[in-house]
């Protein structure tokens, strides 16, 4: 049987903002109504890649942030955005892994709760393709990837009319000092990490996304379609 496609978007170096626009615009396509041609028949939607180009802490449909929090990050010099997706507070900025699966769901006979597993598996296998071999998930209600007590890879999606959005940061040579005032993902006692850090070496966006690739096709068991054929 033929795998589905999911159409690889690199966008680089970019700030937030633009990644929530083309996650808008490709949510738009894929749920628009039969036979808009958004997809081909063998397509299960986009996969968008980017690395954040300046500091942004987001806040998932739980909130996290108080009025008098949100000027307190600000003042850092920090982006603060209200998102649509689940979870609680969280930091993103340059050296950190942004992937945003823009998927039909049931193109790739996936749920939602299989969706985030199989978006842990892929933060649990590059772990392993870089030579760490501690990296797991927790059980529910926990969400993404964790070395010891320390967390080294977020996730939080959002569902709805069966297409998904946002997805999963992982943390290469992140500054690690933008989560010191926030209580990440509201997990109290728990630290972060990256991969610079458990490696000890300077480990960057573009060095973990041709692993990244691979750990994502064989999970999601899909071809990676872009135009400069880093499929």
Known sequence: MRQPGVRLVWLGQVRYAELLALQDRWLRQLQAKPGTEALSGTEAGALLVCEPAGPVYTAGLRGGLTPEETARLRALGAEVRATSRGGLVTFHGPG??????LLDLRRLGLRLRTHVAALEACAVRLCEL???QGARARPPPYTGVWLGESKICAIGVRYGRHI?????ALN????LTWFEHI????LVGTGVT????ELQRHVTVDEVMPPFLVAFKET???????EDNCS
């Open 96 to 101: 950190q892994l942004l992937c945003h699966p």
């Open 130 to 132: 870089q030579g760490l």
């Open 164 to 168: 998904t959005s946002h997805g999963l």
């Open 172 to 175: 290469c040579s992140t500054d």
């Open 183 to 186: 209580v990440p993902c509201g």
């Open 194 to 197: 990256s991969l610079s850090k």
């Open 220 to 226: 999601y068991k899909c071809t990676l379609i872009s």
